[in-house]
């Protein structure tokens, strides 16, 4: 055979076989781990450092307290892991691309601006934003006011009453008087001429009870009414310094204001001054001749 053709013969079956692991596809299995470790990685999110490095996610998802989860979204992991949206009074959070926020619930509104306490009004009660943020409860003398299924009204003392039925103008109406007894317009006539008041409850009747006095339309108990004070008409009386009349077992006194006292008879109600000789560190107290009232630790007659 030609020394050519006995070359090409010996190494033809060499060529064959690279060949053929060529054409058939055949690769390292460690080169083909590797390619695959490498598409995974490119479809795997970044996992947690804290404890959750075992836990591959997907989608766009993060690996927080042993869950995939889309911090974009979730409000216990909101734009990163154990980042918790508050939940304020009133109100419902939400994560909105990774960011905290509320809205107010059905009946609430959010009247001050202040995330911190979320929503805190109920404009079907409260008087401060009766209706709207922007709608104060009006009232006036003897009332309060109040806010009911989101309106205005208001609530008067037991001895007032809203006549006019305007809360700019309060509890208007004094009761327990002879055209105004138990209510509005509840005038006393005829036999029962007489309002009649024990405790917070009047009513027109015919006579006063056995501790009261007829005095006019009214029945008054003379023994602790200023106005009646020992007998019909008497009244106690008032002055700058007079802070509140008394009556007391028929005789008139007062809350006198400070520094001030009573002398002996009605008429020096709340006039004489504290710290004379005739009232020394305490009202009454009186020094004698020839002492007088001096200032040392306290006011004292030396």
């Keep these: 055979?030609?020394?050519?053709?006995?070359?090409?013969?010996?190494?033809?079956?060499?060529?064959?076989?690279?060949?053929?692991?060529?054409?058939?596809?055949?690769?390292?299995?460690?080169?083909?781990?590797?390619?695959?470790?490498?598409?995974?990685?490119?479809?795997?999110?970044?996992?947690?450092?804290?404890?959750?490095?075992?836990?591959?996610?997907?989608?766009?998802?993060?690996?927080c307290a042993g869950s995939c989860v889309t911090t974009a979204s979730d409000l216990a992991h909101c734009g990163r892991c154990d980042n918790a949206c508050p939940v304020p009074a009133g109100?419902?959070?939400?994560?909105?691309?990774?960011?905290?926020?509320?809205?107010?619930?059905?009946?609430?509104?959010?009247?001050?601006?202040?995330?911190?306490?979320?929503?805190?009004?109920?404009?079907?009660?409260?008087?401060?934003?009766?209706?709207?943020?922007?709608?104060?409860?009006?009232?006036?003398?003897?009332?309060?006011?109040?806010?009911?299924?989101?309106?205005?009204a208001i609530t008067c003392d037991d001895f007032h009453a809203d006549c006019d039925h305007a809360s700019e103008t309060g509890c208007e109406t004094l009761l327990a008087t002879e055209t105004d007894c138990a209510g509005c317009g509840d005038a006393c006539t005829g036999t029962?001429?007489?309002?009649?008041?024990i405790g917070s409850a009047s009513a027109c009747t015919g006579g006063c009870a056995d501790h009261a006095t007829v005095c006019g339309s009214v029945c008054a108990d003379t023994t602790t009414d200023p106005d009646n004070c020992g007998g019909c008409g008497h009244v106690c009386p008032s002055g700058p310094n007079v802070v509140t009349r008394l009556c007391s077992s028929s005789v008139c006194g007062a809350v006198c204001a400070t520094n001030w006292c009573s002398g002996a008879t009605e008429a020096d109600i709340c006039t004489q001054p504290l710290n004379t000789s005739a009232n020394c560190g305490a009202c009454g107290y009186a020094?004698?001749?020839?002492?007088?009232?001096?200032?040392?630790?306290?006011?004292t007659c030396l």
């Design 192 to 197: 029962t001429g007489i309002c009649t008041t």
């Design 91 to 152: 109100s419902a959070a939400t994560c909105i691309a990774g960011v905290c926020g509320t809205y107010c619930l059905p009946g609430q509104l959010d009247c001050d601006g202040l995330p911190a306490n979320g929503c805190e009004v109920d404009p079907q009660t409260d008087p401060d934003h009766c209706g709207a943020c922007t709608t104060p409860c009006p009232s006036g003398p003897a009332s309060t006011p109040v806010c009911v299924a989101g309106s205005c």
């Design 1 to 63: 055979m030609h020394k050519r053709a006995i070359a090409h013969a010996r190494f033809a079956p060499a060529l064959f076989t690279i060949c053929l692991a060529a054409c058939s596809g055949a690769v390292d299995p460690a080169v083909d781990a590797a390619s695959i470790d490498a598409h995974t990685a490119d479809a795997a999110t970044t996992v947690d450092a804290g404890g959750d490095a075992a836990l591959a996610c997907t989608g766009g998802s993060t690996a």
């Design 287 to 299: 020094c004698t001749f020839p002492s007088s009232c001096r200032h040392l630790i306290g006011w």
